[in-house]
Each structure stands twice: as structure tokens, then as C-alpha cells.
């Protein structure tokens, strides 16, 4: 059997759960997985999804018919658990059909994968830990991402070829994973696919594509960074948690400091609540994403990126990307068959 037809048959489940040719998602990337990005990875052949973020429930509306305008494969959107319009967004989906719902962000509220299945669509789960990928097996969803440290933006404590290890084995016959988090070769593809995952998700490795509106600035700043360079925020206060996130080394660090210290205060002084002070940080990262990828200021703003960075260094065609990966798997595989 040559290389690319072990690669489609390794393939198989995944990309029939989510109706693409590859079982490749493109990870969802708050400001730079809208339309341009989503429908050209649909196109590609992958699983392009949408990075709701914080987008209001009309601007969701909107960015998923600019993205039915520019392609007629499927996609779906991501939606982040603790956003407050959570269940109206869900209606949102519903509305248009969407196929698959990406749940990021912890453990889904009660009664929220209940209602997207109601809808038809299937439900895709985060699992950062074992015990919780089988509690979420539990609730009925139809597809699991582990996503290791190594993966840009918001992350778990463990890396990426452990939690492979942990819960493949476990769960990849009862339903399909996707192995996400510093995948940047069709290697490392092969890889995972051979360990028993389903498909893949990679966000880093698609950043400089043509098709992506990430401000020229985001994209040099990628182009040129090693992988050493893309480290985890850290948290200042021990009674406020926060999510680590990884980005680029820049001034903006600093800034985060700051953040922590204002909302630790307010905390303090008993004018807001956990969740509140929680929200209000997932905020400023929205911000500061925003400011790095729309405006362009890569200093004060977040870089966020994913070890895998070191591997990107051109911008090219989505299609060209994709292509890369696919090759490299088939050879991989070819070359441990013969
Ligand atoms: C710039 C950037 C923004 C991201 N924003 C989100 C997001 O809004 N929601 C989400 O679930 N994951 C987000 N992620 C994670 C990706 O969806 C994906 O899981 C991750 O990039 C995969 O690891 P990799 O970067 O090593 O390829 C983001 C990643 C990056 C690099």
C-alpha cells in the first residue's frame, strides 16, 4: 500500500466525522480564523473553524455567511463555555446549520451539548486530562481534541506526547480524538494517526497563510521566531488563577503583570467576584490578541503562538501548506512500510 493510501485509510474516521477530505481542523484562532482563514482551509480539503472569541451573537451571524459565501464544504465554529450569550450562540449555529460546534474553554454548562446535538449538530470537546475526557464521553459528545502545552495560546500543564500516551490508548475506540498542540510536519501527523488518533489540529503552522488577515507585522513576527521563543504568561497572584497562555516574548508581558495586579486588587477589595476577575482577564487577552493581529503592534500586543512556530518561516497559499503536511505524512508512512 503506498504512503497516501495508508494516510487516507488512517484518515478514514475522522474525515468522515467531519464530512472533509483530510482529517486536518484548523484550530480555532480568536481575530485571525474568520472567514478568509476558515473558508480557505475548508477548501484545502481540511476542517476549517470559525474562533467565535467574544464576538457578539450578531457578529457570529454575520461571520458565518461571509464564510457560506466563500465556500460550500463544512465548517464549524468554536465557542468559548464561559462566554456569557453562550446558549444564544448555540441558536446562532442552529439557525444556519452548522455541522459541528468546537466546545473550548472548560467543562460545557449544563444543558449546552444537550442543545447543539438537538440541533443536529455534533459536539467536539477540549479534554485536558483523562478523567475528563471519560466524564464528557458520558455527556454524549462526538469527538474529543487533546491538546498539549506546546500549542499556542490558552494552555494545559501537560505536553503534547503525553497526553497522547494517556488517553489514546484509553478512549480512541469508543470515539474520535484529534491530537492538537505543536504539530508543525506531516511527521509528527503520521505519528499520531499510527498512535490511534482519529485526525489533528493545528492553529500555528496555518498563521502565515496567504488567505490569513493577520496584520504583516503578526505574520514577520512568526516568519522569525524560534521555538524558544513562544513561552507561557505568568500568573502573579496565587489567589487569582489564570489560564497560562503561550506568545511570542515581546513588552507585553508587562502588561499582563499590570492586568493581574489591577483585578487582584479589585478582588481584594471585595468589588468583584472570581468569575468576574476571571472574565475580566480572558478580556484583556481578547484585547491584546486583537491589538497584536488587527493592529499590527506586535510589542504591546499578544503574539500568540505555539512551539511549532520555529517551522513556519514563508507565507504561502493555505493550499500550499496543506499540501506540505499531507506529502510528509504519505512519506512517513511509506518509509516505515517498506
Ligand atoms: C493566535 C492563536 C489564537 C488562538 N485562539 C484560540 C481560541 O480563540 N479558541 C480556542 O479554542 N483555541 C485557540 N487557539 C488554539 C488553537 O485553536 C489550536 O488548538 C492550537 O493552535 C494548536 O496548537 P499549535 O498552535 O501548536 O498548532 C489559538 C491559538 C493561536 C496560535
Not at 219 to 238: G, H, L, M, N
Request: glycine content about 10%; hydrophobic content about 50%; aromatic content about 4%.
Amino acid at each position: 500500500m503506498s504512503g497516501k493510501a495508508r494516510l487516507t485509510e488512517l484518515m478514514a474516521r475522522g474525515a468522515a466525522l467531519l464530512g472533509s477530505e483530510y482529517a486536518i481542523l484548523g484550530g480555532a484562532m480568536s481575530w485571525v480564523s474568520e472567514r478568509n482563514l476558515v473558508a480557505a482551509m475548508s477548501n484545502a480539503g481540511c476542517f476549517g473553524v470559525i474562533a467565535c472569541g467574544a464576538m457578539t451573537p450578531a457578529l457570529l451571524d454575520a461571520e458565518i455567511a461571509g464564510t457560506k459565501a466563500l465556500t460550500s464544504k463544512p465548517f464549524g465554529v468554536n465557542l468559548i463555555t464561559m462566554h456569557p450569550d453562550l446558549f444564544e450562540l448555540i441558536e446562532v449555529c442552529a439557525k444556519h446549520g452548522v455541522g459541528h460546534v468546537v466546545l473550548a474553554g472548560g467543562l460545557p454548562p449544563g444543558g449546552a451539548i444537550e442543545k447543539i446535538k438537538a440541533s443536529g449538530a455534533k459536539v467536539i470537546c477540549f479534554a485536558p486530562a483523562l478523567a475528563l475526557a471519560k466524564k464528557l464521553i458520558r455527556s454524549g459528545i462526538d469527538a474529543l481534541v487533546i491538546e498539549g502545552m506546546e500549542a499556542g495560546g490558552h494552555i494545559g500543564p501537560v505536553t503534547t506526547s503525553v497526553l497522547a500516551q494517556e488517553i489514546l490508548p484509553v478512549v480512541a475506540a469508543d470515539l474520535p480524538v484529534f491530537v492538537a498542540g505543536g504539530i508543525g510536519r506531516g511527521e509528527a501527523i503520521a505519528g499520531y494517526l499510527e498512535m490511534g488518533a482519529a485526525g489533528v489540529q493545528l492553529g500555528t503552522r496555518f498563521v502565515c497563510a496567504t488567505e490569513s488577515i493577520a496584520h504583516a507585522n503578526f505574520k514577520k513576527a512568526f516568519i522569525r521566531a524560534s521555538a524558544r521563543d513562544a513561552i507561557t504568561s505568568v500568573q502573579i497572584d496565587p489567589r487569582l488563577p489564570v489560564i497560562p497562555v503561550r506568545a511570542l516574548k515581546n513588552a507585553s508581558s508587562e502588561l499582563f503583570t499590570a492586568k493581574q495586579r489591577e483585578v487582584a486588587q479589585l478582588l481584594d477589595e471585595g468589588k468583584v467576584e472570581m468569575g468576574e476577575a476571571q472574565l475580566q482577564i480572558e478580556h484583556y487577552w481578547a484585547g491584546a490578541l486583537r491589538r497584536a493581529v488587527i493592529d499590527g503592534d506586535v510589542e504591546h500586543g499578544s503574539v500568540m503562538a505555539g512551539q511549532s512556530v520555529g517551522m513556519v518561516t514563508k507565507e504561502e497559499p493555505l493550499a500550499d501548506i496543506v499540501e506540505t503536511l499531507i506529502e510528509e505524512a504519505a512519506a512517513a508512512l511509506e518509509r516505515r512500510a517498506a
